[in-house]
């Protein structure tokens, strides 16, 4: 996700991070572990793999990225439609919201506009991904996915059971376009995992 997400300074960036970890506490989480975090309290994503998902349906949408703010009671997003899960061994540093919102200095930058522009960047992708996974066109998820799919280091599922979990489509929908695009050429499988992406993807099938 961090690949794709559009943050207006990766020098702020870099600078907020270096921040965090100079002032925060950093906790080891266990896979399945409940956060737990505060009202008061942001958590920034170190390491481990950490799903991110829809509280109206329970659908995954994305794994948060290195960097990434992720609060659950707070009354900045408190609203927003997503909670999180931890999915593999994971280092969070935690530290109250309001050490990042203390004014600036000549010699600090502003963190609290940074922290803030951050979060905007976060969840606008975040919906947009939704959008386009739960609602659009059933075909162009499939694509989507299949593109991201090959990039996924970590991923255990085969193709199909990869794209259903985080869609709503059918079995049988996804199966038929996976055939199709095999047959054509498109992909190579193996033991219902990708392989490799043979030719572009076209847009329509």
């Known amino acids: 996700m961090n690949a ?92 109250p919201t309001e050490r990042i919102f203390e004014n600036s200095t000549p010699e600090r930058k502003n963190y609290g506009m940074i922290f803030i522009s951050l979060i905007h960047a976060i969840f606008e992708k975040l919906a947009t991904v939704y959008e386009i996974r739960h609602t659009g066109n059933g075909y162009q998820v499939v694509k989507e996915l299949i593109e991201l799919y090959q990039y996924e280091t970590h991923v255990t599922q085969g193709l199909a059971s990869y794209i259903l979990k985080r869609t709503y489509l059918s079995n049988s929908y996804v199966f038929k376009i996976l055939a ?13 995992r990708l392989v490799k992406i043979i030719k572009p993807l076209p847009d329509k099938i």
């Open 180 to 192: 199709a695009l095999k047959k054509e050429q498109f992909i190579e499988m193996e033991n219902a």
């Open 4 to 95: 794709n997400l559009d943050f207006n300074n990766m020098d702020d960036f870099n600078s907020f991070i270096a921040f965090i970890k100079a002032n925060a506490i950093q906790r080891r989480y266990s896979k399945g572990e409940s956060l737990k975090l505060n009202q008061d309290v942001v958590g920034i994503v170190l390491d481990g793999r950490i799903g991110v998902y829809y509280k109206g349906n329970g659908k995954f949408i994305e794994h948060a990225f290195y960097g990434m703010p992720i609060m659950e009671h707070n009354n900045i997003t408190k609203n927003h439609p997503f909670y999180y899960r931890i999915e593999s061994d994971a280092v969070i540093a935690t530290l």
